[in-house]
């Protein structure tokens, strides 16, 4: 098993940043593909960044060239640095990992972004 904990989320003004962390209770050398998904109110989850245990990364078109995912192994953590913040990035932000053929989900962290 592998239990997840965000944190850094808040509320920012359109245009700031924020820096959200998920740390893993085993090492992060251990799992395959790790991301941050998203789930505004009345919307279905989905994915805005993912990273696999290589780093190569991916992005949702709404948020590429704004954020940016990173593991760091070392501290068995993932980042996603969120920059230009824009009033429609309001949601709770989930991180999850694939370790041994399943998902894990995070208890999520809740982004709030002002015009």
């Known amino acids: 098993q592998v239990q997840l904990v965000e944190s850094g989320g808040g509320l920012v003004q359109a245009g700031g940043s924020l820096r959200l962390s998920c740390a893993a209770s085993?090492?992060?050398?251990?799992?395959?593909?790790m991301g941050w998904y998203r789930q505004a109110p009345g919307n279905q989850r989905e994915l805005v960044a993912a990273?696999?245990?290589?780093?190569?990364?991916n992005y949702a078109d709404s948020v590429k060239g704004r954020f940016t995912i990173s593991r760091d192994n070392a501290k068995n953590t993932v980042y996603l640095q969120m920059n230009s913040l824009k009033p429609e990035d309001t949601a709770v932000y989930y991180c999850?990992?694939?370790?041994?053929?399943?998902?894990?989900w995070g208890q999520g962290t809740q982004v709030t972004v002002s015009s």
């Open positions: 999850n990992a694939d370790y041994y053929w399943k998902t894990y």
């Open positions: 085993r090492s992060t050398f251990t799992i395959s593909d």
């Open positions: 990273i696999t245990r290589g780093g190569t990364a």
